[in-house]
């Protein structure tokens, strides 16, 4: 199974400050087709999470441009320009590469 | 508007049964996959099982394989997970996903617990 690793696990931010997390995959995530199949999503306090970014950099409606993603092969990174007092929460990776799909272990921003 | 509901889940033994249900609308459900995913207290999100749309494949986590199957109603737009043999460690929330990954419902609780 791929191992998804995320760090750090716990992020404390300052608004309008940048910041990044990485995930890193024990295999590597390119499929036979040549994509890359590797998803972000945001939970805030107290609700379902939310998928921000798929295929590694292509950020889904709706989602700010202050979040992107980027990377390749084994190492990805989620990066927001500037905080925002609504980005507080967790943020998980997970690959939809390779069966069985996994998760990494959340990373908690906070202010 | 897109909206995912889930039901059916509650309180039950070790080594029990519970179905759960999903029913979903705003979006076209037959040509969507559709995965059950869950979060167990305080713990990060799991990836459960998959079914394509059609209903033709399926995918489980390692550890429901066997115990839990997932199966679809396009004419209901409804997403179903029967779970057998269920364990403490199958305590979680689980979350009816579509759109590969867009459209989550609330959620509905699964305790398993004597």
């Known amino acids: 199974d791929a191992v998804l690793t995320q760090s750090p696990l716990s992020l404390p931010v300052t608004l309008g400050q940048p910041a990044s997390i990485s995930c890193r995959s024990s295999?590597?995530?390119?499929?036979?087709?040549?994509?890359?199949?590797f998803i972000w999503f945001q939970q805030r306090p107290g609700q379902s999470p939310r998928r921000l970014i798929y295929?590694?950099?292509r950020r889904d409606s709706g989602v700010p441009d202050r979040f992107s993603g980027s990377g390749s092969d084994t190492d990805f990174t989620l990066r927001i320009s500037r905080v925002e007092a609504e980005d507080v929460g967790f943020y998980y990776c997970m690959q939809d590469t390779q069966w069985p799909w996994t998760f990494g272990q959340g990373t908690k921003v906070e202010i | 508007e897109v909206q995912v509901v889930e039901s059916g889940g509650g309180l039950v033994q070790p080594g029990g049964t519970l179905r759960l249900s999903c029913a979903a609308s705003?979006?076209?459900?037959?040509?969507?996959?559709m995965n059950w995913v869950r979060q167990a207290p305080g713990k990060t999100v799991e990836w459960v099982s998959y079914?394509?749309?059609?209903?033709?494949?399926?995918y489980y986590a390692d550890s429901v394989k066997g115990r839990f199957t997932i199966s679809r109603d396009d004419a209901k737009n409804s997403l179903f997970l029967q779970m057998n043999s269920l364990r403490g460690e199958d305590t979680a929330v689980y979350y009816c996903v579509g759109g590969h990954f867009q459209y989550w419902g609330q959620g509905t609780r699964v305790t398993v617990s004597s």
């Open positions: 079914i394509s749309p059609g209903g033709r494949g399926f």
């Open positions: 295929q590694v950099s």
């Open positions: 705003g979006f076209t459900f037959s040509g969507s996959d």
């Open positions: 295999q590597s995530l390119v499929y036979s087709d040549g994509g890359t199949y």
